[in-house]
């Protein structure tokens, strides 16, 4: 191979970059950078193909025995170095590295010291057989152990495990509620984002400690105030703002997904929780246990198609509707309360009503062409219409909801007219009925002709508590309707 040309000032160059480098590496623990240095960090993802490009051509070039164009390789040294540093700017701002990352840095950084090497010292190893193929050889095995590092860091580490049908044995029959459900959800959907290797924003989601500890934008749960819990504003928030996790590419959490992490907060966060501790017809017994159903969506596979884009479009400020798992076309409903009501808002939903399975209207001002709305929500199993105006008349209007299990009407001015009602429903399992103008009496007869509803009379105020609490509207709000 013929020598090659080495500029001076290009030499004083690659052994600056190289101390600094190697100084970077050593004392990463000691170093802290100014804040032009640390964005400048965020370059490393765009830069780094290229070099990676250049090394594997070089080393190519060398082993066929080809010639090395000298200002090739002066480019291809000069953005390995950079890029190296520029690593080391964007992870000196996480605290706590993980040991993917750590070996993705010194091994990125020695390859790009035995580039600067290769480069300096290229006239003599060209001289001996042995080392001469050596080289190139290392820089191939470096560049692909530092590539699989790095796409370990930013897609997971089984980003690169043989397809496989599960990594989770089978739900007990008594799960406990976090290490078998919620910790199940988290690192189905989270954690390959926010683990010790690699903490966006500054935020591990591996323990129930880290996560109420947080990251950069505060706790990520706030026992007993899912309302508050930052992983649940963010989950909630439409799709579109810069802060809805997960983040755009990202498989989104259906909608059960998230209704068993808000619940889950609002009973406390514990660890110690079982399913068998929760009466059976609390709601997180029963999104648990619609969880753990092999067949839970097989009820809704012929529904009718809807496209995303319908979705965006009937959707606004206030109002969310997600599927209810991912690429189902059962659909899940939440309204709130805006600043000036208009029906047109909830009446719009007709186009996709025998899709809605969850509903909830809650302290809304409804009136005969929201309820006839509802009429129409075929399928809908989970209705929550508490604190609104509905009277016994509007009630009965809706015991053609054959399918429905679950309804709130606590807070309203129904009376025992309406026990006829909740009789046509054969499928109610659970009922939520304090504060309205239902007897004693009629509470006792319902009770009584339908053993399999579990009635909630808001007799136990820890109950009611917590109810109120956990309400679509903020309690500011709801007292602002009474």
Not at 83 to 89: K, L, P, R, V, Y
Not at 215 to 236: D, H
Not at 252 to 263: A, G, H, W
Not at 408 to 413: C, L
């Amino acid at each position: 191979m013929a020598t090659i040309s080495r500029p001076t000032w290009f030499n004083y160059l690659l052994l600056g970059l190289s101390v600094f480098l190697i100084f970077c590496l050593v004392f990463s623990a000691y170093i802290e950078l100014p804040p032009l240095l640390n964005w400048l960090g965020k370059l490393h993802p765009l830069i780094l193909h290229f070099p990676i490009v250049l090394l594997l051509g070089l080393a190519l070039l060398a082993l066929f025995k080809k010639h090395i164009p000298p200002a090739l390789f002066r480019i291809t040294v000069l953005s390995v170095l950079l890029t190296a540093i520029s690593g080391f700017f964007l992870a000196s701002e996480i605290t706590d590295k993980g040991d993917l990352l750590v070996r993705h840095q010194w091994l990125g950084g020695g390859l790009a010291i035995l580039s600067a090497l290769w480069y300096a010292f290229e006239d003599e190893i060209s001289q001996k057989k042995i080392i001469k193929n050596t080289f190139p050889g290392l820089i191939i095995l470096l560049v692909l152990g530092t590539g699989h590092y790095g796409g370990m860091i930013t897609h997971g580490e089984d980003f690169l495990d043989f397809p496989k049908m599960t990594s989770y044995g089978k739900i007990p029959e008594n799960p406990m509620v976090y290490q078998d459900i919620t910790a199940r959800i988290l690192d189905q959907n989270c954690v390959s984002c926010h683990n010790p290797n690699k903490k966006k924003g500054e935020l591990l989601m591996t323990s129930i400690s880290a996560l109420q500890k947080g990251g950069k934008s505060g706790p990520a749960i706030i026992p007993k105030n899912a309302e508050e819990s930052e992983i649940i504003r963010r989950l909630k928030l439409p799709k579109e703002d810069e802060e809805h996790m997960p983040p755009e590419g990202k498989k989104p959490l259906s909608q059960l997904e998230v209704d068993i992490l808000e619940q889950w907060i609002t009973y406390g966060a514990s660890d110690t929780l079982q399913l068998y501790d929760l009466n059976e017809a609390e709601p997180l017994a029963v999104l648990i246990r619609e969880f753990m159903a092999p067949d839970a969506a097989s009820k809704w596979a012929n529904f009718t198609p809807v496209a995303d884009s319908t979705l965006e479009r009937l959707g606004s400020d206030y109002l969310t509707i997600n599927r209810i798992s991912d690429q189902s076309n059962a659909l899940a409903v939440d309204a709130y309360l805006p600043p000036e009501y208009d029906s047109k808002q909830i009446l719009k939903l007709q186009t996709v009503s025998s899709n809605i399975v969850e509903l909830d209207l809650s302290r809304l001002p409804l009136g005969e062409a929201e309820i006839s709305l509802i009429a129409q929500c075929k399928n809908l199993e989970w209705l929550e219409l508490d604190g609104t105006p509905v009277t016994d008349s509007l009630l009965d209007s809706l015991s053609v909801l054959s399918q429905l299990r679950f309804l709130k009407v606590y807070s309203t001015d129904i009376t025992d007219k309406s026990i006829p009602f909740f009789k046509k429903l054969k499928n109610l399992k659970q009922l939520y009925l304090w504060d309205t103008g239902l007897s004693k009496e009629g509470l006792e007869s319902l009770g009584e002709l339908t053993p399999g509803l579990f009635i909630n009379e808001g007799i136990e105020e820890p109950l009611k508590d917590f109810f109120i609490n956990t309400d679509s509207i903020p309690t500011q709000h709801n007292s602002s309707l009474k």
